[in-house]
């Protein structure tokens, strides 16, 4: 168990550009979950997977947001036309789910400047 | 949706003393409630979680509290250590199934044990 990785773990990028990042789960959890942070805030929820199904999608995901979970390994969130609100850390969790905890990743810290 | 509030948002001990967090929820079917560490630059860590169906639980020196008809819930950290200094979140989970899909987290804790 190597726990929950994401790649990069800093990104600053200039305003107007796409970014993508990566989430490799623990290889036996079939749920994945995407969530934002911003400096002395609690995580928001982006988006929940099961396997390769997206099954929820919050309202902070605006369609400039992407989510994918090919082979329902790992799993890519893109940012399009990137604005400077979009600065923040995007965490990845996984579960085995049936009422297990989450275990998060450490995150991708995104600057737009 | 479900609002989870958090107090206080800074806490200062000393070593060895006791350190509560407060939570409270507004969404009555959530029934699943986890706490998170949160170190500087890392991922949050779950440490300790609740159902519904119990009151308390603990582990070693942690141990969490849920008033269900009160809708509040707490984190107690006995004998804090220097190590325990780091950002605690509470959360619920607002959905009725149980089975810890999306979660709503509080704003936080930072929790400084002082030598």
């Known amino acids: 168990d190597t726990g929950v990785s994401q790649d990069p773990r800093h990104k600053i990028t200039k305003r107007g550009q796409n970014v993508t990042f990566r989430c490799d789960p623990i290889?036996?959890?079939?749920?994945l979950y995407w969530y934002r942070q911003t400096l002395g805030q609690g995580p928001e929820f982006l988006t929940y997977?099961?396997?390769?199904?997206?099954?929820?999608k919050s309202r902070l995901l605006s369609n400039r947001f992407s989510a994918e979970r090919p082979k329902g390994s790992f799993s890519t969130l893109e940012i399009q036309r990137t604005e400077q609100g979009d600065s923040a850390m995007y965490l990845c969790a996984s579960s085995r789910g049936g009422g297990q905890g989450y275990t998060f990743g450490s995150g991708t810290r995104l600057t737009v400047v | 949706g479900e609002n989870v509030e958090q107090h206080p948002s800074t806490l200062s001990v000393q070593e060895g003393d006791s350190a509560v967090i407060k939570c409270t929820y507004s969404d009555s079917a959530s029934n699943y409630f986890p706490w998170y560490k949160q170190e500087l630059g890392k991922g949050p860590q779950l440490i300790i979680d609740i159902r519904s169906n119990v009151g308390e639980k603990k582990d070693q020196r942690i141990a969490v509290t849920l008033n269900k008809t009160a809708k509040h819930f707490s984190l107690h950290i006995t004998e804090t250590q220097p190590e325990d200094s780091a950002v605690y979140f509470c959360?619920?989970?607002?959905?009725?199934?149980?089975?810890?899909?999306?979660?709503?987290f509080g704003s936080g804790t930072q929790l400084t044990v002082l030598p």
């Open positions: 290889s036996e959890h079939n749920r």
């Open positions: 997977f099961q396997n390769e199904a997206q099954l929820e």
């Open positions: 959360a619920a989970n607002p959905l009725s199934s149980g089975s810890a899909r999306q979660l709503t």
